[in-house]
């Protein structure tokens, strides 16, 4: 859907930075660069709908892909490295409080939750059971996915 989204989007010269600006995920970055092309540093690309309903789906993405607890990202990253998920939670809830100074406060509010939610994987069935070769496969995928798919400000507001 992006990529119908940015051939119906339109790129305006920028005359004044205001409203609100929406974070360049990678992947984002990339497909505007194959279906639109290099734009110059004055310009911006004003989203069609559609498009804008393809970027607030990579951003549910990445904030479901986060490696805490019950979120997918918790799962995931449980799955690849068991209990040093949680060591990885850990890391990720400060992280999202600098970003939060730095530049959304919504990552306070996802820090909060993280904490309320529990940062750790809740206990599996059989945590000695291997994982094959095509889990892992997309254990990996998913990570590209969340990569590829964060926004560090994922929303600013210019007036």
Known sequence: MLIVGLNLSTVVERTATFGLHLGEPLLLQ???WLVIGPISPES???LHPVAFAAWFGFFVTSL?????GQLDGGHVAYALWGSRQRTMAFIVVPILIILGFAGWPGWFLWA???GLW???HPP???PHAPLGRNRKIVGWIALA???STFAPVPF????
């Not at 600013?156 to 007036?159: A, G, I, N, T, V």
């Open 118 to 120: 529990g940062l750790g």
């Open 124 to 126: 599996v069935s059989d």
């Open 145 to 147: 996915v969340f990569v």
């Open 30 to 32: 990339l497909l505007a």
């Open 112 to 114: 909060v939750m993280a």
């Open 64 to 68: 479901n892909l986060l490696p805490i």
């Open 44 to 46: 911006d690309i004003v």
């Open 156 to 159: 600013s507001f210019h007036s």
